[in-house]
Nanobody
Framework: QVQLGESGGGPVQAGGSLRPSCAAP????????MGWFGQAPGKDRERVAH???????RYEESVKGRFTISKDNAKNTLYLQMNNLKPEDTAMYYC?????????????????????WGLGTQVTVSS
């Protein structure tokens, strides 16, 4: 079982920035996917962005050009730089991580079902 812990959310005005982080101490995998998901009130949880062990990233259309996912391998920490925030970005943001097989440590994360989740960090954007 991988323990994940998010922090860095909070209230912000539209146009502002936040940088949530997700600590994954002792993360054991060399071939893996890590992602950020957002869940707005009354809606399903949706993927925002993901990054794999090869450093390749993918974003949902609504956040392209505004959000950047990154990871610090030495610290076992995942980040989500959120710029130009909009009220519709308001959600609980969860990080997820899991092993994903790839012969070259560059797995396709698109359809991965994550087994390991954090408890979330709330982002609230006011207009």
């Amino acid at each position: 079982q991988v323990q994940l812990g998010e922090s860095g959310g909070g209230p912000v005005q539209a146009g502002g920035s936040l940088r949530p982080s997700c600590a994954a101490p002792g993360f054991p995998y060399k071939s893996y996917c890590m992602g950020w998901f957002g869940q707005a009130p009354g809606k399903d949880r949706e993927r925002v962005a993901h990054i794999n062990s090869g450093g390749n990233t993918r974003y949902e259309e609504s956040v392209k050009g505004r959000f950047t996912i990154s990871k610090d391998n030495a610290k076992n920490t995942l980040y989500l730089q959120m710029n130009n925030l909009k009220p519709e970005d308001t959600a609980m943001y969860y990080c997820a991580a899991d092993f994903a097989y790839s012969w070259n440590n560059n797995p396709d994360c698109t359809f991965l079902t994550y087994r390991n989740w954090g408890l979330g960090t709330q982002v609230t954007v006011s207009s």
